[in-house]
T-cell receptor, first 113, second 116 residues
């Protein structure tokens, strides 16, 4: 079936460097995408979202890029800090409006001092 | 409260027992979602409420799982005859519920269920 997935399970970066986390999706009906951050023992925390009528959206230190041609989503974190260590999930709504989200397996971001 | 709250934070039960998990959504959010997250995996959708009614329960794994939201606010996820495979973190999320396009879902801290 169609699903959302991530290319790498673990990403290790130096503190202060930029991080790029990738996500591939296969449901062409999806029109809304979200990135969540999940720390150990906590629920997913909203980071940034993007709709299918956009290809880039920026927040504070984070940027999400959407390439609908190749069904690819990425999260860029600028000047990575120790507090950015977490598992990052991309999620998509399958074009179902307010319906349940489909999540990928997640990428564990590790910050090296 | 300011965010989604869930109780209990942890629940240990024995195989075959019945459990109830509670979710208090963000005030004013009419949409409420339940997800299940197994270790090392992303959350999996279970059920979605719009107001008091279950708009989509396609993610419920079998008829041992049931959820209610009688007054359109607090929701309870009920699991009958628990099995060891039900052990997971059960997450609740809420959103404004305007329903036209995708909208941000805000998650609670989850209930960690362990079935012995």
């Amino acid at each position: 079936g169609e699903s959302v997935g991530l290319h790498l399970p673990t990403l290790s970066v130096q503190e202060g460097d930029n991080s790029i986390i990738n996500c591939a999706y296969s449901n062409s009906a999806s029109d809304y995408f979200i990135w969540y951050k999940q720390e150990s023992g906590k629920g997913p925390q909203f980071i940034i979202d993007i709709r299918s009528n956009m290809d880039k959206r920026q927040g504070q230190r984070v940027t999400v890029l959407l390439n609908k041609t190749v069904k690819h989503l990425s999260l860029q974190i600028a000047a990575t800090q120790p507090g950015d260590s977490a598992v990052y999930f991309c999620a998509e709504n399958g074009g179902g409006g307010a319906d349940g989200l489909t999540f990928g397996k997640g990428t564990h971001l590790i910050i090296q001092p | 409260g300011a965010g989604v709250s869930q109780t209990p934070s942890n629940k240990v039960t024995e195989k075959g027992k019945y459990v109830e998990l509670r979710c208090d959504p963000i005030s004013g959010h009419t949409a409420l979602y339940w997800y299940r997250q197994s270790l090392g995996q992303g959350p999996e959708f279970l059920i979605y409420f719009q107001g008091t009614g279950a708009a989509d329960d396609s993610g419920l794994p079998n008829d041992r799982f049931f959820a209610v939201r009688p007054e359109g606010s607090v929701s309870t996820l009920k699991i009958q005859r628990t099995e060891r495979g039900d052990s997971a973190v059960y997450l609740c999320a809420s959103s404004l519920g305007q329903g036209v396009m995708g909208e941000t879902q805000y998650f609670g801290p989850g209930t960690r269920l362990l079935v012995l």
